[in-house]
C-alpha cells in the first residue's frame, strides 16, 4: 500500500533558514511529492517529513489514516543492513553535535521509512538536507560527492540513523521525564561519500 502512496524522490531546493549551521556544510531543504489522497493527484511540498504530513493534512484532514500513517512505530523496521545492500561504512564518529532524544529520533525514521522512491541530494560536497526533525530531534543526509547523488531508498537513510543510535548511546537522570531518558548524537559516513548526521536542533 505504501508504495503505491508515494511514488516520488525528495530532492534539494531553497536554503533552511530553519536548520543550525553545521561547520563545512551548506543545508538545503527537501522538496517531497505526495499524494493528496490514494490515488488522488500529487503536490510538491518542501521542508522536512513531518512539515510535510503537516502540510498535507491541511489539504486532506484524513491523510495520516489513509495512508496507514497513524500506526504504532516499528523500530525494528529502521534496522537495514546497509552493508549487504552494497553500502560500506566507512566510520562512525558520536562525539560530535548536542544530544537529541533518541526516541524522536526514531520516530521521525519510522515515518520517512514509510515513503517509496529514490532520495536525490545535489552535487557537494557538504551538501546536507534536513529530512526530519521534531521537539529538537534532527536527522541530515549530506553528499559530499561533486555530483548529485542517489540512493536506492529512504531507508539506507533511516538505517544508518538506526546505526547512530546503535553505537552513540547516551542515558541521563531528568526529574520530570522518569528514571532517565536516552539521548543520541554522531555522524556515520559511507565509502561512496554520503552521510548521515543525528542531532539535536531547533525545529
Known sequence: MMKQVLPAVAAPTVANKDASAISGYGIKELTWELQTAPGGPAVNVTGTIEQAYKHMKTINPGFISDFGFDQPVNVSSLSMPLESRGYTIDHITCDVFEWAFLEEIQTGM???????????????????????????????????????????????ITGAAQTIVNNCPQRIGLWNMGPYAELTKGQIFMTDNWNVIVRYDEC
Open 110 to 156: 519510522f515515518y520517512l521509512n514509510n515513503i517509496p522512491g529514490k532520495p536525490t541530494n545535489g552535487p557537494g560536497p557538504g551538501n546536507c538536507g534536513r529530512v526530519s526533525c521534531s521537539y529538537g530531534a534532527a536527522t541530515y543526509w549530506c553528499n559530499d560527492n561533486t555530483v548529485s547523488k542517489t540512493i536506492d531508498t529512504f531507508g539506507y
